[in-house]
T-cell receptor
């Protein structure tokens, strides 16, 4: 089983619908992230959480919200989806223990299409 | 702020050709540097990393050297294979406990037989 699991892997929805992408991890890491990937734009950070009570906006948080339900679970919500939120979404984790280099561990991605 | 600039793609090579993908960065202090690879239909995975100046990261025949004086971390492989076809991302993480990673835009490599 994957260490970082995202659900759903693929989703097609309509404009205005509420969508939730879920991420769970078995790596025991305290830090979790949501990224968005668009062709030619690399990865852009949406939200990140350094522990259960810590939530921070990334560079493109508008239109998104997150919830850190437990150390192992971090979900991303689109309250009212719009077509330009069509993208590939990645959840990632990292550890904050001393000596950590900041390496990220990624899920396999959730492809979202908003019609 | 921090930034990563990597060579634009796509890059198309024949099997056994030499590969270089350039990456330069802007950051304060001494960040850790990474190359991640994304194979078709998969998430990103770490290819190699270097945590201090002059360190060389290597894996699967790929190498990159942390050059502080030129703020670069170029990816090289002496002889590419079809199975190396993927998207390659250069990234940095500040060397503090509060750091977040910054990614380049990615370079798509296609290797033809």
């Amino acid at each position: 089983d994957a260490d970082v699991t995202q659900t759903p892997r693929n989703r097609i929805t309509k404009t205005g619908k509420r969508i939730m992408l879920e991420c769970s991890q078995t790596k025991g890491h305290d830090r979790m992230y949501w990224y968005r990937q668009d062709p030619g734009l690399g990865l852009r950070l949406i939200y990140y959480s350094f522990d259960v009570k810590d939530i921070n906006k990334g560079e493109i948080s508008d239109g998104y919200s997150v919830s850190r339900q437990a150390q192992a679970k971090f979900s991303l919500s689109l309250e009212s989806a719009i077509p330009n939120q069509t993208a590939l979404y990645f959840c990632a984790t990292s550890a904050s223990r001393e000596g950590n280099t900041g390496e990220l561990f990624f899920g396999e991605g959730s492809r979202l299409t908003v019609l | 702020g921090n930034s990563v600039t990597q060579m634009e793609g796509p890059v198309t090579l024949s099997e056994e050709a030499f590969l270089t993908i350039n990456c330069t960065y802007t950051a304060t202090g001494y960040p850790s540097l990474f190359w991640y690879v994304q194979y078709p239909g998969e998430g990103l995975q770490l290819l190699l990393k270097a945590t201090k100046a002059d360190d060389k990261g290597s894996n699967k025949g790929f190498e990159a050297t942390y050059r502080k004086e030129t703020t670069s971390f170029h990816l090289e492989k002496g002889s590419v294979q079809v199975s190396d076809s993927a998207v390659y991302f250069c990234a940095l993480t500040p060397n503090t406990n509060a750091g977040k990673s910054t990614f380049g835009d990615g370079t798509t490599l296609t290797v033809k037989p």
